[in-house]
Protein backbone atom coordinates (compact mmCIF):
# COMPACT_ATOMS: atom_id res chain seq x y z
CA UNK A 1 0.00 0.00 0.00
CA UNK A 2 1.25 3.40 -0.84
CA UNK A 3 2.37 5.89 1.54
CA UNK A 4 -0.58 7.98 0.00
CA UNK A 5 -3.24 5.60 0.26
CA UNK A 6 -1.95 5.01 4.12
CA UNK A 7 -2.60 8.94 4.35
CA UNK A 8 -6.28 8.54 3.41
CA UNK A 9 -8.95 9.21 5.73
CA UNK A 10 -11.85 6.92 6.38
CA UNK A 11 -13.78 9.82 4.34
CA UNK A 12 -11.94 9.04 1.45
CA UNK A 13 -12.03 5.36 1.92
CA UNK A 14 -15.62 5.56 1.38
CA UNK A 15 -15.65 7.94 -1.49
CA UNK A 16 -13.70 5.42 -3.33
CA UNK A 17 -15.92 2.85 -2.87
CA UNK A 18 -19.38 2.83 -5.35
CA UNK A 19 -21.62 3.91 -2.16
CA UNK A 20 -22.54 7.11 -2.00
CA UNK A 21 -20.19 9.88 -0.36
CA UNK A 22 -21.63 11.83 3.12
CA UNK A 23 -21.13 14.66 1.10
CA UNK A 24 -23.25 13.01 -1.82
CA UNK A 25 -25.45 12.29 0.77
CA UNK A 26 -25.97 15.84 2.50
CA UNK A 27 -25.81 17.62 -1.12
CA UNK A 28 -28.72 15.18 -2.54
CA UNK A 29 -30.57 15.71 1.18
CA UNK A 30 -30.58 19.72 0.82
CA UNK A 31 -31.29 19.87 -2.83
CA UNK A 32 -27.56 21.22 -3.73
CA UNK A 33 -26.82 19.53 -6.79
CA UNK A 34 -27.63 19.81 -10.51
CA UNK A 35 -30.67 17.75 -12.26
CA UNK A 36 -28.12 15.60 -13.69
CA UNK A 37 -26.34 14.59 -10.54
CA UNK A 38 -29.45 14.12 -8.66
CA UNK A 39 -30.53 11.88 -11.56
CA UNK A 40 -27.72 9.98 -10.73
CA UNK A 41 -27.54 9.59 -7.40
CA UNK A 42 -31.48 8.31 -7.42
CA UNK A 43 -30.25 5.82 -9.73
CA UNK A 44 -27.82 4.34 -7.25
CA UNK A 45 -30.86 4.44 -4.37
CA UNK A 46 -32.68 2.54 -6.35
CA UNK A 47 -30.01 -0.83 -5.91
CA UNK A 48 -28.39 0.37 -2.74
CA UNK A 49 -30.23 -0.24 0.13
CA UNK A 50 -27.41 0.77 2.66
CA UNK A 51 -27.42 4.25 0.89
CA UNK A 52 -31.11 4.50 0.90
CA UNK A 53 -31.14 3.90 4.85
CA UNK A 54 -28.30 6.52 5.24
CA UNK A 55 -30.12 8.86 3.27
CA UNK A 56 -33.46 8.42 5.50
CA UNK A 57 -31.02 8.61 8.41
CA UNK A 58 -30.16 11.87 7.62
CA UNK A 59 -33.59 13.33 6.34
CA UNK A 60 -34.89 12.30 9.77
CA UNK A 61 -31.61 13.42 11.56
CA UNK A 62 -32.11 16.92 13.66
CA UNK A 63 -28.85 17.70 14.17
CA UNK A 64 -26.58 16.22 10.75
CA UNK A 65 -23.33 18.21 11.99
CA UNK A 66 -23.74 15.17 14.22
CA UNK A 67 -22.47 12.87 12.02
CA UNK A 68 -19.82 14.74 10.23
CA UNK A 69 -17.89 15.42 13.78
CA UNK A 70 -18.24 11.84 14.48
CA UNK A 71 -15.93 11.01 11.29
CA UNK A 72 -13.77 14.35 11.56
CA UNK A 73 -13.16 12.96 15.41
CA UNK A 74 -12.22 9.35 14.22
CA UNK A 75 -10.36 10.68 11.51
CA UNK A 76 -8.20 12.82 14.19
CA UNK A 77 -7.90 9.63 16.38
CA UNK A 78 -6.18 7.70 13.33
CA UNK A 79 -4.41 10.37 12.48
CA UNK A 80 -2.88 10.71 16.49
CA UNK A 81 -2.69 6.66 16.28
CA UNK A 82 -0.55 6.86 13.00
CA UNK A 83 2.15 9.29 14.29
CA UNK A 84 2.37 7.95 17.59
CA UNK A 85 2.73 3.68 16.95
CA UNK A 86 5.91 2.12 15.88
CA UNK A 87 4.86 -0.76 13.97
CA UNK A 88 2.74 -1.04 10.78
CA UNK A 89 0.62 -4.22 11.18
CA UNK A 90 -0.46 -3.08 14.67
CA UNK A 91 -0.77 0.90 13.37
CA UNK A 92 -3.26 -0.39 10.47
CA UNK A 93 -5.12 -2.81 12.26
CA UNK A 94 -5.96 -0.22 14.50
CA UNK A 95 -6.87 2.23 11.74
CA UNK A 96 -9.46 -0.77 10.24
CA UNK A 97 -10.44 -1.51 13.78
CA UNK A 98 -11.63 2.35 13.97
CA UNK A 99 -13.27 2.20 10.65
CA UNK A 100 -15.33 -0.82 11.50
CA UNK A 101 -16.41 1.39 14.79
CA UNK A 102 -17.15 4.08 12.74
CA UNK A 103 -19.31 2.34 9.90
CA UNK A 104 -21.16 -0.05 12.88
CA UNK A 105 -22.22 3.54 15.13
CA UNK A 106 -23.38 5.50 12.01
CA UNK A 107 -25.58 2.50 10.64
CA UNK A 108 -26.88 2.38 14.69
CA UNK A 109 -27.91 6.05 14.42
CA UNK A 110 -29.41 5.83 10.79
CA UNK A 111 -31.14 1.89 12.37
CA UNK A 112 -32.48 4.33 15.07
CA UNK A 113 -33.68 6.96 13.21
CA UNK A 114 -34.75 5.26 10.73
CA UNK A 115 -38.66 4.61 12.19
CA UNK A 116 -40.58 4.42 9.26
CA UNK A 117 -40.05 3.48 5.52
CA UNK A 118 -37.54 5.28 3.90
CA UNK A 119 -39.87 7.45 1.47
CA UNK A 120 -37.45 8.69 -0.41
CA UNK A 121 -36.08 5.21 -1.96
CA UNK A 122 -39.84 4.35 -2.11
CA UNK A 123 -40.71 7.38 -4.14
CA UNK A 124 -37.32 6.63 -6.34
CA UNK A 125 -38.39 3.37 -6.84
CA UNK A 126 -42.06 4.04 -8.39
CA UNK A 127 -41.22 7.12 -10.13
CA UNK A 128 -41.58 7.57 -13.73
CA UNK A 129 -42.56 10.00 -15.93
CA UNK A 130 -46.17 9.11 -17.83
CA UNK A 131 -45.35 9.07 -21.33
CA UNK A 132 -46.97 11.31 -23.85
CA UNK A 133 -50.98 11.13 -24.44
CA UNK A 134 -50.74 14.08 -26.48
CA UNK A 135 -50.68 13.24 -30.26
CA UNK A 136 -47.46 15.14 -32.51
CA UNK A 137 -46.94 15.77 -35.82
CA UNK A 138 -43.09 17.00 -35.87
CA UNK A 139 -42.46 20.09 -37.53
CA UNK A 140 -45.72 21.05 -37.89
CA UNK A 141 -45.89 25.02 -37.55
CA UNK A 142 -49.51 25.56 -36.63
CA UNK A 143 -49.03 22.74 -33.49
CA UNK A 144 -50.72 24.31 -30.32
CA UNK A 145 -49.29 25.23 -27.22
CA UNK A 146 -49.95 21.94 -25.80
CA UNK A 147 -48.50 19.86 -28.31
CA UNK A 148 -44.84 22.56 -28.16
CA UNK A 149 -45.13 21.59 -24.27
CA UNK A 150 -45.25 18.24 -24.94
CA UNK A 151 -42.13 18.10 -27.83
CA UNK A 152 -40.24 19.79 -24.65
CA UNK A 153 -41.60 17.02 -22.16
CA UNK A 154 -40.34 14.24 -23.93
CA UNK A 155 -37.02 15.44 -24.42
CA UNK A 156 -36.29 15.63 -20.96
CA UNK A 157 -37.18 19.58 -20.88
CA UNK A 158 -39.10 19.90 -17.89
CA UNK A 159 -38.51 23.72 -17.40
CA UNK A 160 -39.48 24.21 -20.48
CA UNK A 161 -42.74 22.04 -20.96
CA UNK A 162 -43.89 23.84 -17.77
CA UNK A 163 -43.55 27.00 -19.38
CA UNK A 164 -45.73 26.26 -21.76
CA UNK A 165 -47.93 24.50 -19.89
CA UNK A 166 -48.30 28.08 -17.36
CA UNK A 167 -49.08 29.70 -20.53
CA UNK A 168 -51.56 27.24 -21.55
CA UNK A 169 -53.40 26.79 -18.45
CA UNK A 170 -53.67 30.86 -17.93
CA UNK A 171 -56.21 30.73 -21.00
CA UNK A 172 -57.51 26.72 -20.13
CA UNK A 173 -57.28 26.68 -16.25
CA UNK A 174 -59.57 23.50 -16.27
CA UNK A 175 -57.59 21.81 -19.38
CA UNK A 176 -56.93 18.01 -17.74
CA UNK A 177 -53.91 17.04 -19.71
CA UNK A 178 -52.28 20.38 -18.87
CA UNK A 179 -52.46 20.15 -15.52
CA UNK A 180 -51.52 16.46 -15.36
CA UNK A 181 -48.43 17.11 -17.28
CA UNK A 182 -47.60 19.88 -15.80
CA UNK A 183 -48.23 18.27 -11.79
CA UNK A 184 -45.42 15.40 -13.36
CA UNK A 185 -42.99 18.51 -14.79
CA UNK A 186 -42.74 19.46 -11.61
CA UNK A 187 -42.35 16.20 -9.59
CA UNK A 188 -39.60 15.68 -12.66
CA UNK A 189 -38.16 19.37 -10.91
CA UNK A 190 -37.69 17.69 -7.59
CA UNK A 191 -40.51 20.18 -6.80
CA UNK A 192 -44.01 17.96 -4.97
CA UNK A 193 -45.17 20.58 -3.78
CA UNK A 194 -46.10 22.66 -6.80
CA UNK A 195 -47.12 19.37 -8.47
CA UNK A 196 -49.94 18.50 -6.31
CA UNK A 197 -52.15 21.65 -6.70
CA UNK A 198 -51.84 20.63 -10.96
CA UNK A 199 -52.39 17.05 -10.08
CA UNK A 200 -55.20 18.00 -7.27
CA UNK A 201 -57.69 19.71 -10.04
CA UNK A 202 -57.66 16.76 -12.41
CA UNK A 203 -58.67 14.70 -9.93
CA UNK A 204 -61.65 16.90 -8.75
CA UNK A 205 -62.16 17.48 -12.37
CA UNK A 206 -63.75 13.76 -12.35
CA UNK A 207 -62.27 13.20 -15.86
CA UNK A 208 -62.11 9.55 -16.29
CA UNK A 209 -59.63 9.11 -19.04
CA UNK A 210 -57.13 10.38 -16.70
CA UNK A 211 -58.45 10.84 -13.32
CA UNK A 212 -55.89 7.79 -11.96
CA UNK A 213 -53.14 9.37 -13.64
CA UNK A 214 -53.39 12.23 -11.76
CA UNK A 215 -54.23 10.47 -8.27
CA UNK A 216 -51.67 8.17 -8.89
CA UNK A 217 -48.60 11.27 -9.33
CA UNK A 218 -50.18 12.79 -6.68
CA UNK A 219 -49.64 9.74 -3.78
CA UNK A 220 -46.45 9.85 -4.99
CA UNK A 221 -46.18 13.75 -4.86
CA UNK A 222 -47.20 13.33 -1.17
CA UNK A 223 -44.99 10.13 -0.26
CA UNK A 224 -42.22 12.52 -1.39
CA UNK A 225 -43.45 15.18 1.00
CA UNK A 226 -43.49 12.52 3.72
CA UNK A 227 -47.25 12.83 3.94
CA UNK A 228 -48.15 9.69 4.76
CA UNK A 229 -51.74 9.78 5.67
CA UNK A 230 -52.09 11.83 2.69
CA UNK A 231 -50.41 9.36 -0.20
CA UNK A 232 -52.04 6.22 1.70
CA UNK A 233 -55.57 7.68 0.74
CA UNK A 234 -54.22 8.29 -2.51
CA UNK A 235 -53.03 4.34 -2.97
CA UNK A 236 -55.92 3.12 -1.35
CA UNK A 237 -58.37 5.10 -3.38
CA UNK A 238 -56.49 3.18 -6.64
CA UNK A 239 -56.03 -0.20 -5.29
CA UNK A 240 -59.78 -0.10 -4.94
CA UNK A 241 -60.47 0.18 -8.59
CA UNK A 242 -59.53 -1.49 -12.05
CA UNK A 243 -57.02 0.80 -13.00
CA UNK A 244 -53.44 0.59 -14.84
CA UNK A 245 -51.92 1.67 -10.99
CA UNK A 246 -53.96 -0.92 -9.10
CA UNK A 247 -51.83 -3.23 -9.15
CA UNK A 248 -48.65 -0.85 -8.05
CA UNK A 249 -50.48 1.04 -5.83
CA UNK A 250 -51.61 -2.33 -3.65
CA UNK A 251 -47.79 -3.42 -3.46
CA UNK A 252 -46.80 0.45 -2.25
CA UNK A 253 -49.68 -0.03 0.50
CA UNK A 254 -48.06 -3.35 1.65
CA UNK A 255 -44.54 -1.32 2.09
CA UNK A 256 -45.67 1.56 3.51
CA UNK A 257 -46.88 -0.57 6.47
Not at 32 to 39: A, G, K, L
Request: proline share 4%; net charge negative; with cysteine.
Amino acid sequence: MSAHKKNTSIQSMYQSTPCLSLDQLLEYSENRMSESDRFQIERHLIDCELCSDALEGLTLSENRNSIRQQIDDVNKEIREYRSSQSSHTYKWKIVYSLAAVLVLAIVSVVYFLNKRPPYESLYTEYFMPYPNMVPLVRGEESAGTLESAMVEYESGNYNGSLKLLHSLLAKEPENSLANLYAGISCLCLNDPQSAIPYLQKVVNSKNSDITDHATWYMGLAYLKEKNLEAATASFKRLSQETSIFSSKSTDLLKRLE
